[in-house]
Nanobody
Framework: QVQLVESGGGLVQAGESLRLTCAAS????????MGWFRQAPGKEREFVAA????????YYADSVKGRFTISKDNNKNTLYLQMNSLKPDDTAVYYC????????????????WGQGTQVTVSS
């Protein structure tokens, strides 16, 4: 089992950057595929990015490709999401999640979730 705690959210202007952090507990962090999802008011939770256990393979939603970078430090049990060139449409609560499933883009594949961190991008 793994417990996840996100941090790093905040209020920024369009074009600025933020880095989200997800701290994980447990000795098997390096075994999990880790994902970032987001949920805007009135919308379903959507996939943002994922990274395989070895950090050698990453996946991105088309809407963030080229602007966001997911990474992980297995020695520190920490997951990151570097968000550049932020847009108002990126405003949402961002969640990190963990899974041992091959599937990585759907919320149902992830049994472990953090509590979320709010990101607000003003125009």
């Amino acid at each position: 089992q793994v417990q996840l705690v996100e941090s790093g959210g905040g209020l920024v202007q369009a074009g600025e950057s933020l880095r989200l952090t997800c701290a994980a507990s447990g000795r098997t962090f390096s075994s999990y595929t880790m994902g970032w999802f987001r949920q805007a008011p009135g919308k379903e939770r959507e996939f943002v990015a994922a990274i395989r256990p070895s950090a050698s393979i990453t996946y991105y939603a088309d809407s963030v490709k080229g602007r966001f970078t997911i990474s992980k430090d297995n020695n520190k049990n920490t997951l990151y999401l570097q968000m550049n060139s932020l847009k108002p449409d990126d405003t949402a609560v961002y969640y990190c999640a963990a899974t041992m499933s091959i599937a990585h883009r759907v919320t149902t594949a992830y049994p472990y979730w953090g509590q979320g961190t709010q990101v607000t991008v003003s125009s």
